[in-house]
């Protein structure tokens, strides 16, 4: 505790000087995260993509359509087009997520050259599909949910969904169809469909990782019992619960709300102690992006 003020009392003198905060236990989570999510990345290229000749989307994409036609490495070809998108990054984005931008994009780029020469060799090209579009969407992933990217249409979605309101992954994925399309130029349209096939994986997983991970819910609670049902949270459970002002619009019968936000492990037993005691409460679960905070009272 007496290390964790002090390092709090310090980063706080370095903001308050001007000077960027020292690093925390989170920054360096984060860039493990970022390395980790840049390897990953690089193996759903080069361990997969590349050898089942298939595509890919954003910047990859463009560098893969540029290694079939003129033989230049990946590793080469992300950094320069992913450095010309960082230029635009800066911009749109955070400065915080452009340093782990910058960040990821270089480990992205050491990663593609030291895995360029890693084979798996498989007589199935729907293996190379499948796995493939898993580790770029774990990798992806990875970056993204820390609040950087891996540049290329990972930039471009993060500005579609700050000013479109656009969910991060379906604009990724509406940017890299348009580069999936012109692969048509070195690829068969057999192996185009193949990749669009990787590309929904590679979304999927993305989002999961994204937006699905958090262990939280969020639970609103109408019953003709709210006292009870609070204090019951409170005692059986051990979790904070707000209450809320409610009417009826139809009834205009006021009534107070529950709110709680929960571990995911524990909504099962919240919900069986809410049928227990109220049957007839009406009940909605939703899930949440983030949560801030230590408690809710």
Do not use: C
């Not at 992300?78 to 800066?90: E, K, R």
């Not at 190379?128 to 970056?143: E, Q």
């Not at 192996?191 to 994986?201: D, K, N």
Request: zero cysteines; a positive charge; charged letters at 15%.
């Amino acid at each position: 505790m007496i290390i964790k003020n002090r390092l709090e009392r310090t980063n706080f003198e370095r903001v308050k000087a001007g000077l960027a905060p020292a690093f925390t236990l989170q920054t360096w989570m984060n860039i493990l995260a970022v390395i980790l999510g840049a390897f990953l990345f690089s193996i759903g290229v080069n361990l997969f993509m590349i050898p089942g000749n298939l595509g890919d989307g954003g910047v990859s994409g463009l560098a893969i359509i540029i290694l079939y036609a003129f033989d230049i490495s990946p590793a080469i070809s992300t950094l320069v087009l992913n450095g010309l998108l960082l230029i635009i990054g800066f911009r749109f984005l955070s400065r915080r997520g452009m340093y782990y931008t910058i960040f990821a994009v270089v480990m992205m780029s050491v990663f593609l050259g030291i895995t360029e020469s890693w084979v798996v060799q498989t007589n199935e090209v729907m293996l190379n599909v499948i796995f493939g579009g898993l580790f770029l969407g774990l990798g992806n992933g990875l970056v993204i949910r820390i609040g950087a990217t891996t540049a290329g249409s990972a930039i471009l979605g993060r500005i579609a969904h700050k000013y479109l309101d656009v969910k991060i992954a379906n604009a990724v994925l509406i940017f890299d169809l348009m580069v999936i399309t012109l692969g048509l130029t070195v690829l068969t349209i057999e192996q185009v469909l193949l990749t669009v096939v990787a590309m929904y994986i590679n979304v999927k997983v993305m989002d999961f990782m994204i937006e699905g991970m958090n262990p939280k819910k969020a639970i609103t609670i109408i019953s003709k019992n709210p006292e009870m049902l609070g204090k019951l949270i409170n005692s059986e459970i051990g979790w904070g619960v707000t209450m809320m002002n409610g009417k009826g619009f139809y009834s205009r019968e006021e009534n107070d709300i529950l709110y709680v936000v929960i571990n995911k492990s524990k909504l099962t037993r919240l919900k069986r102690l809410i049928q227990k005691y109220d049957e007839e409460a009406f009940v909605v679960v939703n899930d949440v992006n983030s949560v801030l905070g230590s408690s809710f009272v």
